[in-house]
Nanobody
Framework: QVQLAESGGGLVQTGGSLTLSCAAS????????MAWFRQAPGKEREFVAH???????SYADLAKGRFTISGDSNENTVYLQMNDLKPEDTAIYYC??????????????????WGQGTQVTVSS
C-alpha cells in the first residue's frame, strides 16, 4: 500500500490561510495522479483539487480562486495552499492517489490510496 503522510492542518480565523502537505513515495509522486478531498461532519467526502503526474491541475468550484495545488519533485510532496478560508471550509482534508489511467477524477471511489486526514478548523 502507498503511504501518504499529511500535515499542516490546524485552527485559523475566517480569512486566514493554511498550507497542507502530503508526502508520498517517489514512485507515487512521479507515476500517479494525486488529489485533495475533504469531508465535513455529516457530509459526504467531496473533491477539492487534483494534480497529475505531469503537474496538470484541476479544481472544484469551491477551490477556484482561493486554493492552489502544487508539487515538489525533490520532496515528493503535494501541497494545498488555502487562502481566504471560511467556516464552511472546516473539514478533515485527505490526500489521495489515483493509480488508474483515468484523467482528473472527482470521484472518491476511483482513488486507490488515502492518507489519514488532517483537520482544518476555521473559526468565525
Amino acid at each position: 500500500q502507498v503511504q501518504l503522510a499529511e500535515s499542516g492542518g490546524g485552527l485559523v480565523q475566517t480569512g486566514g490561510s493554511l498550507t497542507l502537505s502530503c508526502a508520498a513515495s517517489r514512485r507515487a509522486f512521479n507515476r500517479y495522479s494525486m488529489a485533495w478531498f475533504r469531508q465535513a461532519p455529516g457530509k459526504e467526502r467531496e473533491f477539492v483539487a487534483h494534480r497529475s503526474w505531469a503537474a496538470t491541475t484541476s479544481y472544484a468550484d469551491l477551490a477556484k480562486g482561493r486554493f492552489t495545488i502544487s508539487g515538489d519533485s525533490n520532496e515528493n510532496t503535494v501541497y494545498l495552499q488555502m487562502n481566504d478560508l471560511k467556516p464552511e471550509d472546516t473539514a478533515i482534508y485527505y490526500c489521495a492517489v489515483l493509480t488508474s489511467g483515468l484523467g482528473a477524477s472527482e470521484v472518491p471511489s476511483e482513488y486507490s490510496y488515502w492518507g489519514q486526514g488532517t483537520q482544518v478548523t476555521v473559526s468565525s
